[in-house]
């Protein structure tokens, strides 16, 4: 009725009268709370103007007379229809005209003598309600006249303020007209003040009364898979479903981080219908104060939010718990351990998404917080480089944060709580079983890179020749992809490892996939690896042009490459020349010989936990002379390890032993 307010004043000032009775138009109410017998009409006055709007502090009754106007609008009588059973007349006192616009109160009744609503004109109350409907939804305080609508939860939460802003009124006038409505609103609120009371008492709600357990404002919880989400509750309803059955609906606002800044976003949360009584903590949403140990629980939430603010921005972690993965119209949980990057900007940027608008946060006072027009995010969120979350802000905040896992290659929402630092392994470099002086070499790039010195060298065209590329070739097992590994771990930058599959077979498909991961890597200063790309080194000739494309696109997006990159190859002989000139160094690597064999024995073996492993220096003697690669010796520990565990004892040659003849009787069938 607020937004037809100005329609609705016109109206009456233009009303026709009847010798019985006061027609007014206003736009059509919905049911309510149901009056035992008509009020009394109040024609007092105190210490008001009686011609400004809501001067005299009276309540006018109106009543539906089920007429329409023209305009389809109820037509409203300040007479009791007969049909109701209940006659009551009243003094007009104005010369047979009256206009409803002069009165305080105006409670609006429909054809049953329901409430339909309670409309407050008076300024003066309305100044008196600023402060007891603050946090009340759809109520705009500031309206030429606020409207209240049964079944007034709000003012039911809100009593006590009522009754003290009554008692403590400043002025004779305000003590009134707060008397006036509190009178109403006695009979009107009965229903809801005991339900409110009781769920107070003893936190327990039946599904139509389940409104007066959310006040607008408070923080409600919801548990999702296991999470526990934080909100401020910025409505409550009960609607109606589509298939007809009846649902809480709460809508709330939960802090988020769209990768530029943070801010609000709308949520909405669904309590389904239920009989019976049932205590709020056992509902899918309910409020914060419900919670037995709400001291605890916040402490976590806040803990919580303080890690997800730390989280804006890029960060590589680890991550040990579960992801939804989505595949069409399936929704899968699964349960991954691996590195991730956490990267909300990269999340919307790179899938193509909208990053979604979120509003404004406020300070420690109450005040909205402005950013600066040049800010990232706009005016509506604040920036990352603003003040810390508030506490209260950091219980709002979002349970998962968004990402990339770097092994699955997908995008995710990650568990805050399942996120960890990582601890990067710098000696992993130091113990590669190569020759001294490519392992002098690879550190001196390494260190070159991370300082990021190039002594001012670089190609004569823009663009070209600013990446670090590096080929490793040799058979399988040898410590390609290890070395890879410890290049990443030495520059304390993820790996991003892509195999040929991943980019495609046709030009075109590897030209978008190289580019692609290109661009990933850029924003990430991620150390590239392109495990196994034999397909894309062969060298062309004259009777395969489908290849030679493939050879082409891949020599050309070398040369514009500006990060790490590396190559790994199992047939060197294969290799086109031209690749000659794009890469920085190639290594090659030959079958281990007994005595790397013994060091890749000794490196593995070194990061079990010691009170696991019962190995001498004569076993690893004896163990080397299997000749295996790199990959064997570590799924043979891997394998061994588990029958150890089995029988309870640390890992020991003969379990090692057994895996790899049964290994070596398994070779020779595939042979």
Known sequence: MQGNNDGFMSKIEESVLSEDSLLFQVPVGKESTRSEQAPKQRDEVVNGNEDELGGKAEIRHLYDTKEKSVAGETIYS???????????????????????????????????????????QSPELKRCLADILSGCVNID?????????????????????????????????????????R??????????????????KTGYTTFPNILVAFVPGEIVLRSEDGELSAGILKEASIEKEFMGGLVCILRVQVLDWNGKSFGYREKTWKIESFQGFRKATDLDAFPLQAHPEQGKVKQRLIDRGRAFEALCGQHVRNYHGLVHLESGWERKTIFISERIIVDANAFYRFQHYSAPDLSELESEEGEQEIDSP?????????????????????????PRAKGFALNMKKWFEFTVSDITPITWNEK????????????????????????????????????????????????????????AESIAEELKRPLYRVGAGDLGLSAD??????????????HWNAVLLIDEADVFLEKRSSDRLAQNELVSVFLTSLEYYQGVLILTTNRTEEIDPAFESRIDIILTYDHLSQDARKQVWSNFVSRLPPDSVDLSEADLNSLSGWNINGRQIKSAIKTARIMAANERAPLGVRHLDIVLNIRRRGSKVLA
């Open 78 to 120: 300040t007479k009791v229809p007969i049909t109701s059973g209940v006659q009551q007349r009243f003094d007009r006192g104005l010369g047979g005209r009256d206009e409803a616009r002069d009165v305080a109160i105006l409670h609006y009744h429909n054809a049953t003598l329901q409430t339909d609503c309670i409309v407050v």
């Open 428 to 483: 992993l470099l130091g113990n590669l079983v190569i020759p001294d002086e490519e392992k002098q070499l690879l550190l001196a790039l390494v260190a070159h890179t991370a300082k990021e010195e190039d002594g001012g060298f670089d190609d004569f065209i823009e663009g070209k020749g600013k990446g670090l590329i590096l080929l490793l070739a040799g058979p399988p097992g040898v410590g390609k992809t290890l070395t």
């Open 183 to 200: 009178e109403i609103l006695e009979t009107e609120l009965c229903g809801s003040f005991q339900a409110f009371q009781e769920f107070r």
């Open 141 to 181: 305080i500031a309206a030429p006249s606020v409207e209240l609508r049964p079944p007034f939860t709000g003012l039911a939460q809100r009593w006590d303020r009522l009754l003290l802003a009554e008692k403590t009124a400043d002025n004779e006038k305000s003590k009134r007209l707060l008397q006036l409505l």
């Open 374 to 398: 040049d800010t990232p995010g706009g005016s509506h969120a604040r920036s990352q480089q603003q003040t810390t979350l508030t506490e209260k802000q950091c219980m709002l905040a979002v």
């Open 509 to 522: 498909a590897v030209e978008s996939s190289l580019q692609e991961a290109f661009r990933r890597c850029s």
